[in-house]
C-alpha cells in the first residue's frame, strides 16, 4: 500500500515537472514570436560602432525615413547595388538616410571598399554580426524600409533597383507617383 502510494507521488512529480517544462517552451516561443522582426512592427533600435569613427544610432533617425541595408563587400549583388544606394542618400539626404550596415568584416576591409568607390553614406560595422542576426537577415543584402515613426514599412531581400526604391518612398508619401 506504501508502495503505491510512493509511485503515484513519483508519477505526480514527473507529470508537474513534464507540464512545466512544456510551459517553459511555449512560453519562450511565444517571446521569441512576439520579438520577431516584421512589417508594421516597431524597428528593433540599436547603436553600432561607425566606420568613420563614433557610433550610429537608429533612434538619431527618428522622424526620417531609414534605408536600412546590410551588406558585405564579398557580396558580388551588394557592390552592384552600393552606388545606387549612396546616390540615394545624396539625393534624399534632408527626409532620407540609407544606413549601411556592413556584416561580419574588419573596419580595414570596409575602409578599403568605400575608398575605392568614394561612398559618403554612412556605414556601421556589425563585426560580430549580432545585429544582422536580430533582425532575421539570412542573406545580402537585404534592407529594411522604416517609416519615419521607426516601424518596419517593407523589408527588401536581394538588390533594390532605383524603381523599388522610388516604390517604397511613393507609398512613404515621399515621392509623387
Known amino acids: 500500500m506504501q508502495q503505491r502510494a510512493s509511485w503515484r507521488a513519483l508519477l505526480r512529480g514527473v507529470g508537474l515537472a513534464v507540464l512545466m517544462i512544456g510551459l517553459g517552451f511555449v512560453a519562450s516561443w511565444l517571446l521569441r514570436a512576439q520579438r520577431q522582426v516584421r512589417v508594421g512592427r516597431a524597428a528593433p533600435d540599436f547603436t553600432l560602432p561607425a566606420l568613420n569613427g563614433g557610433t550610429i ?8 525615413v531609414v534605408l536600412l541595408n546590410f ?51 554612412p556605414i556601421a560595422l556589425d563585426e560580430d554580426m549580432h545585429l544582422s542576426q536580430r533582425y532575421g537577415v539570412r542573406g545580402y543584402p537585404t534592407t529594411f524600409i522604416i517609416d519615419p515613426q521607426g516601424n518596419i514599412a517593407a523589408i527588401h ?10 516604390s517604397y518612398l ?8
Open 57 to 64: 544610432s537608429l533612434q538619431d533617425y527618428r522622424g526620417r
Open 71 to 121: 551588406w558585405a563587400t564579398w557580396c558580388t549583388p551588394c557592390r552592384e547595388e552600393m552606388p545606387l544606394l549612396d546616390a540615394v542618400h545624396r539625393e534624399y539626404g534632408p527626409e532620407v538616410v540609407v544606413l549601411a550596415i556592413n556584416v561580419g568584416e574588419s573596419a580595414d576591409e570596409v575602409q578599403r571598399f568605400v575608398m575605392a568607390h568614394n561612398l559618403q553614406l
Open 157 to 166: 531581400p536581394g538588390v533594390l533597383t532605383r524603381e523599388d526604391i522610388l
Open 170 to 177: 511613393q507609398r512613404l508619401g515621399l515621392v509623387r507617383p
